[in-house]
């Protein structure tokens, strides 16, 4: 009788399956609070045609799967294997550009290509894609659309999905199709472009709505081996203007005109915490810069492309400045520390080889949700009031507001750094962490990415909802191959 190893090999060949204990250690754990637990396999495989393969024999073995895309570091532990001899589904080399359709602005990518490979490729044709702030370099473009990372660009996300459109998966229990308008034609790209389907629409195939199955769910509903992504032009004038405050609340007013307004492609609001580790190079530069910094920031972009780029840069800076008038903001070219165009390459340009996040002390746990705009102050108060409880010093937590799905609501993300060579002190941050998020929960934060104790946490909120859950996961996955443990009640 063939071992699993055998079979495996049968498959992606011996060089693509990798048992070595230095690589299963690798994937064993990541920079997060999240329980190791070694891995029984690492394949890399090469196409959609052996990744479902695999799920067939994942299936006829009862053998768990947990997919990861991008490289490390990882920080969330959605990609720690939650229960034993579990195969890991390294996806990162898959790493093609499929297409790029200018005319369309469309693009459509494997799982392993990252925002700096992908930005470079659309540049050449005259476009970019909306991205999550200043991502790691590893990152998958395709992972960080699926779970729904919050876009710079807010006030032109007319869906928490968008700019996904379509995409390939196979499910857990093996079968494989075509989402949103690509469903409508042949399983096959090119004679479906050859109909004229630039797999545009995200919805089908016919009524029904297939990528939300594997959106924000952690690959425990299937395997995603190409999206197609809507792109914009290029812009040729950009623009972003600063505005300081000493309490987030005085910045509401003028982020909800803009909002209202529609005006503008970047928007955001951070604390000096979070701006200083976005902005520093060291960790003495970062405390440099806390100590001149405004306490709060709220940054707002402007661009134009091919169209009048100079005309509608004109005409937005005019009316930004006459809401930054009318709500008592003074919007600046520069603040302390920082100028707005250095905030926007900052933002929108890549982490380097070493995670931005870590520089300040070498590691950091992050705690987010989804809120409103109105409701972020509480919040940050309770978090304040929980970080003096449990010692941890106020003036190191990092806030970031992010408006998402044109400012119907926004990303709450607290940002705690701390050295991981401290045992009391990475102690204090776990502690905290846990305490945090479960008070966030009970005054109403969503964690709509329930990762690690969020998944009990926000599950525990809505039985109806997990009862619902468990019926599509079954209907889905039914044998639980795909990262068995994640989005269940522990």
Same mark, same amino acid.
């Given at each position: ?175 494989? +199709?075509?989402?949103? !308008?690509?469903?409508? $034609?042949? =399983?096959? @790209?090119? #004679? ?7 797999? /545009? ?118 009316? +930004?400045?006459?809401? !930054?008038?009318?709500? $008592?903001? =003074?919007? @600046?070219? #520069? ?7 250095? /905030? ?147």
């Amino acid at each position: 009788m063939e071992t699993i190893y055998e079979k495996l090999c049968a498959i992606f060949g011996s060089e693509n399956v990798s048992d070595a204990p230095a690589t299963l250690e690798a994937f064993s754990k990541d920079e997060s609070f999240a329980t190791p637990m070694r891995p029984f396999f690492v394949v890399k495989p090469e196409n959609a045609k052996q990744v479902q393969a695999l799920v067939r024999l994942a299936n006829e073995t009862k053998t768990p799967l947990v997919p990861v895309s991008s490289g490390a570091p990882h920080f969330k532990g959605d990609t720690v294997p939650s229960v034993p001899e579990s195969i890991i589904v390294d996806l990162s080399g898959m790493n093609k550009i499929i297409s790029i359709n200018r005319q369309q602005r469309m693009a459509i990518i494997e799982p392993g290509v990252t925002y700096g490979q992908l930005q470079e490729a659309l540049a050449k044709e005259g476009m970019t894609l909306s991205t999550p702030l200043r991502p790691k370099a590893t990152k998958s473009v395709l992972t960080s659309l699926l779970e729904i990372e919050p876009r710079l660009n807010c006030l032109h996300q007319f869906n928490y999905t968008e700019p996904l459109r379509c995409v390939e998966v196979t499910f857990g229990d093996g079968n494989q +199709i075509f989402t949103g !308008a690509a469903g409508n $034609g042949p =399983q096959d @790209l090119q #004679k479906q472009w050859e109909l004229g389907n630039w797999q /545009v629409h995200s919805n089908g195939p016919a009524m029904t709505d297939m990528l939300r199955m594997v959106t924000q769910a952690q690959g425990s509903m299937g395997i995603v081996t190409w999206a197609s992504l809507r792109c914009e032009l290029l812009p040729t004038i950009k623009k972003m203007f600063l505005a300081p405050a000493k309490k987030s609340t005085d910045l509401e007013d003028f982020v909800y005109k803009a909002i209202w307004a529609r005006i503008g492609d970047k928007l955001f609001v951070m604390n000096k915490a979070y701006l200083a580790s976005l902005m520093g190079e060291t960790a003495e530069e970062i405390a440099g810069l806390k100590e001149i910094m405004p306490n709060w920031v709220a940054a707002i972009g402007i661009s134009g492309d091919i169209l009048l780029p100079e005309m509608k840069v004109s005409a937005q800076e005019y009316d +930004i400045k006459e809401y !930054a008038k009318q709500t $008592g903001v =003074q919007l @600046l070219p #520069k603040v302390p520390g920082a100028t707005g165009d250095e /905030v926007l390459e900052k933002s929108i340009t890549p982490s380097g080889e070493a995670y931005w996040k870590q520089t300040a002390k070498g590691a950091f746990q992050d705690i987010f949700f989804i809120t409103t705009l109105d409701r972020t102050s509480k919040f940050i108060e309770a978090m304040y009031s929980l970080a003096i409880t449990a010692g941890y010093p106020t003036e190191d937590i990092g806030i970031y507001i992010q408006p998402q799905h044109m400012g119907t609501s926004v990303h709450l993300e607290f940002s705690l750094p701390y050295n991981p060579e401290n045992a009391k002190e990475a102690k204090k941050v776990k502690e905290l962490y846990i305490t945090a998020s479960r008070e966030m929960s009970k005054l109403g934060g969503f964690y709509a990415r329930p990762y690690d104790i969020w998944s009990t946490i926000q599950l525990n909120k809505d039985a109806q909802t997990y009862e619902i859950l468990k019926k599509m996961k079954n209907i889905f996955d039914p044998n639980n191959i795909m990262n068995t443990g994640k989005l269940t009640l522990k």
